[in-house]
């Protein structure tokens, strides 16, 4: 980031909702159906088609605001923005302006710099979806209206952000929580969390803000990250050489890291808003907002602190856990069923987070559910087999979803305790390697973990590595 100014950025987000249908009609809002086949005379702007106003769409509108503690409006108001474009068949988006449903919220981000700091969120206001331009390589261009009416709620922050770092730590942050509230899928790629950045430039210490630049549709947290950084540097090039920042819309180009200009930048007044007429205003009472309010996730702070204090967790395994609500919900089911936080939140981590980036599947189709790694917990804790065994138990678990119970009686891998068995093997084991062990008594700790290893070895695994460490102690003191 150029240090010879300071930069100001203001984010505007994009959320596709998860709703099964379009935001002013019945339409089916799947991603990746054929083009045109989830079409009305609603979506299609056809004359005479009146706007239906989805309700789940409200719903999430202040599950978002309530969750970035935004005040909710009373009474809100769609508006007309119009302007004209292919994929816009009515000529106009119908959009929220001059009374949002929500405004004036904020979250905290953490930053390596300046620790906790709050970013301010003007409004969040619902909107629908244009359609999508297919150019193809020759002179024509096709338009699918599939996505035209899917519903949105665009997230306008302050300017608060002064860096590509504190720019991703709020989307980031913004990004986990409308996956944790379910009103969004997350799919970056899919578009369905899409932003605009608003990047300037100012001499350090002037208050009045530099002249803007927007970045349109960046869909992933890289290119976000790389096109400020550029866009920045782009700026401040330019003042240095004499020149003048033009107020204006601009493409970010990933293969060549660059940003570019598309067109002017527009204004609130280019897009003539006025309140549309086929939608009365929106009247949101106080117990729909206490009732949507009652029915709200533990958020991911409040987990993250949580874990911390109740449970004792380090706040490493607090934050991985508590990121992604699914793997939250797991391990929540884990230590209602297993008291040993900690050790829950190391397989959670561990072999069950492996073993899911290994098969590529989510938490939520894990075939070792909660209880079936909870029996193998069990048995770990109270010496049935070791660690080591446990990991092969667990292995067993996933691929025929027997208990833990079920898969040590059939394979025999009962942990040996019997003091007077784990010594013969000892024996055997010091009588094969006399000069080691004599190294050993001599001071050469390291040796400790050769004699532990090839005693596990020779019993397969199924001595005591604790007892096996007591006896090997024993004979060292005679």
């Given amino acids: ?58 719903e999430d509108a202040i599950k978002a605001g309530l969750a970035t503690n935004c005040q909710i409006a009373p009474r809100s108001i769609f508006a007309r923005k119009n302007y004209f474009y292919p994929d816009l068949p009515k000529g106009y988006q119908i959009s929220q302006f001059e009374l949002p449903i929500c405004e004036h919220g904020w979250l905290n981000i953490e930053t390596e710099e300046n620790g906790q700091k709050k970013i301010g969120i003007t409004r969040i206001h619902m909107e629908e979806d244009a359609g999508k331009l297919l150019h193809s390589d020759g002179d024509s261009s096709q338009v699918d209206l599939n996505r035209a009416c899917t519903p949105l709620l665009e997230i ?21 929580i409308v996956v944790y509230l379910g009103v969004c899928d997350g799919n970056m790629e899919e578009g369905s969390f899409r932003c605009d950045a608003n990047v300037s430039i100012r001499p350090w210490g002037q208050e009045e803000f530099g002249t803007r630049a927007e970045l349109k549709n960046l869909n992933s947290f890289r290119f976000i990250k790389q096109a400020i950084e550029y866009e920045v540097e782009r700026q401040a090039d330019l003042i240095d050489d004499g020149g003048t920042v033009v107020q204006e819309t601009r493409l970010f180009d990933a293969d060549k890291g660059t940003t570019r200009s598309m067109r002017g930048k527009e204004e609130a007044h280019d897009y003539r808003y006025f309140p549309d007429p086929d939608l009365v205003p929106l009247v949101v009472s106080d117990d729909w907002v ?30 991985v856990i508590s990121a992604e609500r699914d793997l939250a919900e797991y391990f929540e089911a884990l230590v209602a069923l297993h008291d040993n936080a900690k050790v829950c939140a190391n397989w959670v981590m561990g072999e069950v987070s492996r073993a899911l980036n290994e098969n590529g599947i989510p938490v939520t189709a894990c075939p070792v559910s909660p209880q079936l790694l909870a029996g193998i917990l069990e048995r770990i804790a109270d010496n049935t087999i070791s660690g080591k065994i446990a990991k092969t138990v667990f292995e067993d678990v996933w691929n025929t979803g027997k208990t833990a119970d079920q ?26 390697n006399q000069g080691q062990f004599e190294e050993l008594k001599g001071g050469k700790d390291k040796l400790t973990g050769f004699f532990v290893g090839q005693v596990m070895k020779a019993s397969k695994g199924k001595a005591n590595p604790g007892m096996v460490n007591q006896l090997l102690k024993k004979k060292l003191e005679g």
Avoid: W
């Fill in 290 to 319: 206490d009732s949507v309010r009652g029915a709200l996730p533990e958020l991911p702070d409040s987990k993250l602190a949580r874990y911390q204090q109740e449970l004792g967790l380090p706040a490493y395994d607090a934050g």
């Fill in 407 to 432: 898969i040590i009686d059939e394979k025999g891998l009962k942990q040996v305790t019997d003091t007077g068995a784990i010594e013969s093997i000892l024996d055997e084991v010091i009588a094969a």
């Fill in 1 to 58: 980031m150029d240090s010879r100014y300071e930069v100001v950025i203001g984010l505007e987000v994009h959320v596709q909702l998860t709703t099964k249908t379009k935001i002013f009609c019945g339409c089916s809002k799947d991603f990746g159906q054929q083009p045109n086949s989830q079409t009305c005379p609603v979506c299609l702007g056809l004359p005479g088609a009146l706007p239906v106003l989805n309700r789940q769409v409200v």
């Fill in 156 to 176: 306008v922050s302050e300017p608060d952000m002064r860096s590509a770092d504190e720019a991703i730590a709020y989307l980031k942050q913004l990004h986990q």
